[in-house]
């Protein structure tokens, strides 16, 4: 047992010295402690953002309109300005090795910043021989493979926008996203391995072609199987020509993302070219402490927004590496070995593969020039963050991490200022003025309350694709709080701006009138040998209480006997409270979780409560929907 809030790292007089953020105080004229800088930060929004403008020498032209306007939602940012993504990604040495891609088969290639130019030129050229102009959308079906960052640059480029999804999405979850934006051209692979097997995507490609009516063109990247009656790979990058950039107005859209879609139609989400590039320079930078010498590594696909931040990387000049395959392809160290190898100074991975790495008792080795570990996803546990430090590397900066799609970046992280303690996130990221709401809508401390953002940050959708009154925008965030964002987590801030994620708000436990988050069952539950997952569901209804069910999925060679049974009740009973010990303890062979490794606790609620499993939950934005077959509606 790892005691929450327990020292683990302590930043070297060295470490703040060399810190990005440092630097950047420095160069503010004000140095000191990073809460002070944080207040700052939130407190002169107008300032704090036009210096991050300034410092990092963004490449557009800033003009002279305010730098904020109108409340939330419906605030703008930095009006008359011009700017484009993929011109600021593409700038530097064009010597400097930009991108360096691997997959689970052990393929390798690389490309330099002036390659990627060359290539997102050619692509860029083919795009606009299609018709693409500014506006259109161009879509993806495609894994996290340099074709899919260098078509994404090209349509940038063009102020088009771009949107992806990974192939291993299932047609309707392709289609239920796709149809909503109608993009002129598809780029699309053939096929895609994972875990050792290929699999072919032809017939998904045009069940999703023949849904879109609007597209000019389907592009084949070839990966297995050319796809027929398309337009190759080769064909669109046919033209030599430099790359140009069209600037465009600073809250032009840039990319489409998705909210999962388990429980309905996805939200289709509109982030800006602006606020993008100064969230992920902000980000990046000071936080991750990522800058020209660095090697960025996170584990993701196309259908993450980690991919979205990942590539973000070469904004501030790192070498990002790109990653296709399985995470525990041939076995769970794949991705430790692949930090190691290509000598990553920067790895990000989600919290269950560091929780699984952990249970797995991997020893990580080779990892010298690893300096920094992100993790998100879920919250990780004190006990993961203790075995990064006793297995993995006792100088790395772990930094744990709470955000997301809804805004591309964290609301919560890291800094290297700060010190690391088990299961704590160590502070409210600059610029987000990130509070703990009570029941009565009052910020609390020391408390766990609903994680709000009482101040607009500038990656904040500037839109939801068809929603032109912004009635769908304004009901997801601002219905609960008038002019404030409620992002549906349970937070605790601590008096020193560490903060704890307990979960979602919307899954929470609530016995006997005692609330407490998900996350603090998992760690107890979790934490035993014979459990490799586990899910916990309160079935109460309209302020009556209803039964608490454990779904546990066991390691091989594990029964759930009586003993086991009883050690899991007696453990909660004392780390939790008498009213969180299960009313019943199920084995079943998995955990539903979304594609980017969610667990999924409303949908199954809500068939526990006899909602179908076809309206309760879209399978094709799963995992593995085959596992809900094993989640019952109660008596």
Not at 261 to 275: F, N
Not at 306 to 320: C, E, H, K
Not at 383 to 394: H, L, N, R, T
Request: contains cysteine; aromatic residues 10%; negative net charge.
């Amino acid at each position: 047992m790892v005691e929450e809030g327990a020292l683990l790292w302590e930043p070297t007089p060295e470490v703040i010295r060399s810190a990005k953020i440092t630097r950047f105080q420095e160069w503010l004229g004000r140095p000191g402690a990073y809460q002070d800088t944080w207040q700052w930060s939130v407190d002169s929004p107008a300032e704090f953002w036009t210096s991050v403008w300034e410092y990092f020498e963004v490449a557009g032209e800033r003009g002279d309109g305010p730098v904020i306007s109108g409340e939330m939602p419906a605030t703008r940012w930095f009006d008359g300005s011009t700017i484009n993504y993929a011109e600021n990604a593409l700038r530097g040495d064009p010597a400097r090795l930009g991108v360096i891609f691997r997959d689970e088969a052990g393929n390798r290639r690389t490309y330099t910043v002036g390659e990627l130019r060359a290539e997102v030129g050619r692509v860029r050229a083919g795009l606009v021989r299609l018709g693409v102009t500014r506006g259109d959308r161009v879509a993806a079906y495609i894994p996290n493979i340099p074709e899919a960052l260098i078509a994404f640059l090209a349509t940038a480029s063009l102020g088009a926008i771009w949107s992806s999804c990974s192939p291993d999405f299932g047609a309707p979850s392709v289609i239920d996203r796709f149809t909503q934006i109608e993009p002129k051209v598809l780029f699309a692979v053939d096929g895609y391995g994972y875990g050792g097997k290929s699999f072919d995507r032809r017939e998904v490609v045009q069940d999703i072609a023949a849904t879109l009516p609007s597209l000019a063109a389907t592009v084949c990247v070839p990966y297995q199987n050319p796809i027929e009656s398309a337009v190759t790979w080769d064909d669109l990058r046919s033209e030599e020509k430099e790359p140009e950039f069209d600037r465009v107005p600073f809250g032009h859209p840039l990319w489409i993302l998705y909210s999962s879609g388990t429980t309905g139609l996805p939200k289709p989400i509109v982030h800006g070219h602006g606020g993008i590039v100064l969230e992920h320079l902000k980000a990046l930078s000071f936080h991750q402490d990522l800058g020209p010498d660095d090697v960025f590594f996170w584990y993701t696909t196309t259908g993450w927004m980690m991919w979205n931040f990942l590539i973000g990387g070469l904004l501030v000049g790192s070498t990002v590496v790109l990653y296709d395959g399985s995470a525990a392809h041939p076995a769970t160290d794949a991705l430790w070995n692949v930090t190691a190898e290509e000598g990553v100074t920067y790895f990000g991975t989600g919290a269950p593969y560091i929780v699984a790495s952990m249970k797995a008792g991997v020893k990580p080795h080779g990892l010298d020039k690893l300096r920094g570990l992100g993790s998100t996803g879920s919250p990780l546990p004190p006990e993961g963050f203790a075995w990064i430090y006793s297995d993995v590397k006792p100088d790395v900066q772990l930094g744990s991490f709470s955000g997301g799609t809804d805004v591309c970046t964290g609301f919560v992280g890291a800094v290297p200022l700060l010190p690391i303690r088990a299961g704590v996130i160590p502070c409210r990221c600059l610029g987000a003025r990130v509070e703990s709401y009570d029941p009565e809508g009052q910020p609390v401390i020391s408390e766990v309350g609903e994680l709000v953002v009482t101040q607009p940050m500038p990656s904040m959708p500037v839109m939801f694709w068809n929603d032109p009154e912004g009635t769908r925008y304004h009901e997801s965030y601002f219905a609960d709080y008038p002019g404030i964002w409620r992002h549906g987590d349970w937070i605790k801030i601590l008096p020193d701006g560490g903060c704890v994620i307990y979960g979602r708000s919307d899954s929470t436990l609530n016995r006997g009138g005692v609330r407490m988050g998900t996350s603090e069952f998992y760690r107890v539950v979790e934490r035993f040998d014979e459990v490799s997952d586990s899910l916990v569901i309160d079935t109460g209804q309209l302020g009556q209480d209803g039964r608490l069910l454990l779904y546990v999925t066991l390691t091989t060679g594990t029964a759930l006997d009586e003993p086991l049974v009883t050690r899991l009740r007696t453990t909660l009973r004392k780390e939790l409270s008498p009213r969180h010990v299960p009313d019943e303890i199920i084995e079943v062979p998995g955990i539903p979780r979304t594609l980017s490794g969610k667990k999924l606790e409303v949908p199954v609620r809500k068939i526990l409560l006899g909602v179908p499993i076809a309206k309760a939950a879209n399978t094709d934005a799963m995992a593995n929907p085959e596992v809900l077959d094993h989640f019952r509606p109660i008596p």
